[in-house]
């Protein structure tokens, strides 16, 4: 059952296995590329905060941050990345994994915020999709809103760009399955009106899942610069840190 909009139950699941608390950050691949920035809380509790270099760049100028986080009981990852599509505009997207094998609901709170180019434009135009795919053991579960905060937020250099999945919202399941569910907005992409951006584009996640379940929350986004802003913008010149040898392009060529 999908509920948005509705008042949470608690269901006590089974204790799956366990983990052991680990770290792991990908590795440089070029000194002084931007670095994504990293924060966790898990349960209200600092787990990590701290930049991570990318895992990868394709000869397209795809950028791919991998990173995966483990607790006692608990286990949360992330594959992000930012491109270009046809059209030149940015584009964010990945998912987020997470899976609870403790004995307890545990409350998450990511943020995965990435460099980019900048637009250089006062204003944007954003557009996108987010999926929730849930999968509970034979005692059924939930996955819902904490209570203060949607479960999606794109943010755009630090600022809240859209909210999806808003508070109150819950899956919820009786016995072993899975189920999932997507917004959308700013369609057609990208359509939507949002802030300027010149420096980071991520989400915050913000959820709670219940004992012995699992969860891919999966993202893709575009934002566009607002051509009908150009005049208003304030900002830097066109400087691309990503671009290390000035060819004004991000591509394999930066990495020698």
Request: hydrophobic share 45%; with cysteine.
């Amino acid at each position: 059952m999908v509920c948005n909009n509705c008042a949470a139950s608690r269901i006590i699941l089974g204790a799956a296995t366990a983990a052991v608390c680990a770290g792991l950050a990908a590795p440089a691949l070029a000194q002084g590329l931007p670095q994504a920035q990293i924060n966790l809380l898990v349960d209200g509790e600092p787990i990590a905060a701290y930049m991570q270099d990318p895992m990868e760049i394709s000869g397209d100028g795809s950028v791919t941050y991998i990173g995966v986080i483990q607790g006692r009981d608990w286990l949360l990852s992330w594959d992000l990345g930012t491109s270009r599509n046809l059209a030149g505009n940015t584009v964010l997207s990945g998912t987020v994994s997470t899976a609870n094998s403790g004995e307890a609901s545990r409350h998450f709170e990511l943020v995965v915020a990435l460099p980019i180019c900048p637009l250089e434009t006062a204003q944007t135009r954003i557009g996108g999709v987010t999926t929730i795919a849930f999968v509970t053991d034979r005692e059924g579960g939930e996955l819902t809103s904490s209570g203060r905060q949607p479960v999606w937020r794109l943010l755009m250099d630090g600022e809240t760009g859209w909210s999806l999945f808003l508070d109150p919202f819950g899956l919820y399941a009786t016995g072993a399955g899975s189920l999932a569910t997507s917004q959308i907005f700013g369609a057609p992409f990208p359509n939507a009106p949002g802030p300027a951006l010149q420096e980071r584009l991520g989400i915050k996640l913000d959820f709670v899942i219940s004992e012995g379940d699992f969860a891919n929350i999966t993202t893709n986004v575009i934002a566009a610069p607002d051509l009908a802003s150009l005049a208003a913008f304030d900002g830097p010149d066109d400087e691309c840190p990503q671009d290390l040898n000035d060819d004004g392009a991000v591509d394999i060529f930066d990495l020698s």
